[in-house]
């Protein structure tokens, strides 16, 4: 296991934390849990990731598996990071950072720019608990948590429109 930076122990803290201290079964949809801040990188497992999910409801939520040696996760970062500066008022965007490691991961992050930010997962353990052996893919989650749709493979700019509006509904 790789030692956390102290950022990202601050951060997977703060996620227990908030987990387990807010003394209501019904989060507010207008806190998250999941990490705020893209360099933070606190690793989790599938039944936490899953967790954390959970506690968006009332948000809808875009997923994508991604990975620093990647050559389509590079090149639909840009993409990416472009409709979560355009999205981010009405839809979540989260990262899932697999069989990677940190340092090349957060390389990864200030070389494109993400804005939104990403859980680390080296072993994959969140991706195969929705069968995907290997990154990139995009999971679509509407604001009641249901996974509506799943791109694996590098998502086109097409599809990534496709994806929000089918889990927000028209453009404002």
């Known amino acids: 296991m790789h ?4 950022r990202a122990a601050i951060a ?4 227990c934390v908030s987990l387990v201290g807010c003394g209501s079964s019904t989060p507010s949809p207008t806190i998250s849990v999941l990490p705020r801040s893209p360099d933070a990188l606190p690793e989790v497992d599938a039944g936490t990731f899953s967790s954390l ?14 990975a620093a040696w ?10 990416l990071t472009a409709a979560a500066e355009r999205e981010g008022h009405r839809v979540r965007f989260v990262g899932v950072d697999t069989q990677d490691n940190r340092i090349d991961a957060e390389g990864y992050i200030e070389r494109f720019g993400l804005t939104y930010p990403s859980v680390f997962d080296p072993t994959n353990a969140i991706g195969l608990s929705y069968d995907l052996p290997s990154p990139p ?6 604001a009641n948590g249901d996974l509506v749709r799943t791109i694996p493979g590098q998502i086109s700019e097409q599809d990534l429109r496709d994806g929000i ?4 509904g028209p453009p404002e």
């Open 3 to 6: 030692p956390m930076r102290p």
């Open 137 to 142: 893919a995009t999971l679509f989650f509407n």
């Open 12 to 15: 997977l803290a703060a996620i």
């Open 165 to 168: 509006r089918l889990i927000t």
């Open 53 to 66: 999910l959970a506690a968006e409801r009332g948000t809808p939520v875009v997923v994508n598996f991604w």
């Open 70 to 79: 990647c050559p389509p996760c590079q090149a639909e970062a840009p993409l």
